[in-house]
């Protein structure tokens, strides 16, 4: 019963943040890509704030425009209304020594 209503309460917050007005913003779309391009990711939000991603390899769209969510039992589902506050991007090159395999050390 304490973990349902710890549940309750978090949902409820992050219903209560994500449920502002926001019809004036602007859609926006994020793109993540893997180190050598073959991989491209797409963040968006849709023109109802819907959260939204798609997946390309190679140029070729693998998994086209699916929508984000968390629905719940007994509360609204969280689906639209959506805000990105902000993004950032970070390249990280390290080197690490694996514990098994056939090389010393892999690079990221």
Same mark, same amino acid.
């Given at each position: 019963?304490?973990?349902? =209503?710890?549940?309750?309460? /978090? /949902?409820?917050? *992050?219903?209560?943040?994500?449920?502002?007005?926001?019809k004036?913003?602007?859609a $926006?779309?994020? #793109?993540? /890509?893997?180190?050598?391009?073959? *991989?491209s990711?797409?963040?968006m939000?849709?023109?109802?704030?819907?959260?939204? %991603?798609?997946?390309? %390899?190679? &140029? $070729?769209?693998?998994?086209?425009?699916?929508?984000? &969510? *968390?629905? +719940?039992?007994?509360?609204?589902?969280?689906?639209? &209304? +959506? #805000?990105?506050?902000?993004? /950032?991007t970070?390249? *990280?090159?390290e080197?690490?020594?694996?514990? =098994? &395999?056939?090389?010393?050390?892999?690079k990221?």
């Amino acid at each position: 019963m304490k973990n349902s =209503l710890i549940v309750a309460l /978090a /949902a409820s917050s *992050i219903l209560l943040m994500s449920s502002c007005d926001k019809k004036n913003q602007p859609a $926006t779309t994020l #793109q993540l /890509a893997s180190p050598d391009s073959s *991989i491209s990711l797409s963040f968006m939000l849709n023109d109802s704030l819907s959260p939204m %991603y798609k997946v390309a %390899y190679s &140029g $070729t769209t693998v998994i086209d425009n699916s929508t984000l &969510g *968390i629905t +719940f039992k007994d509360l609204p589902a969280l689906v639209k &209304g +959506f #805000q990105v506050d902000s993004s /950032a991007t970070k390249a *990280i090159r390290e080197v690490w020594k694996p514990k =098994l &395999g056939q090389y010393k050390y892999v690079k990221n």
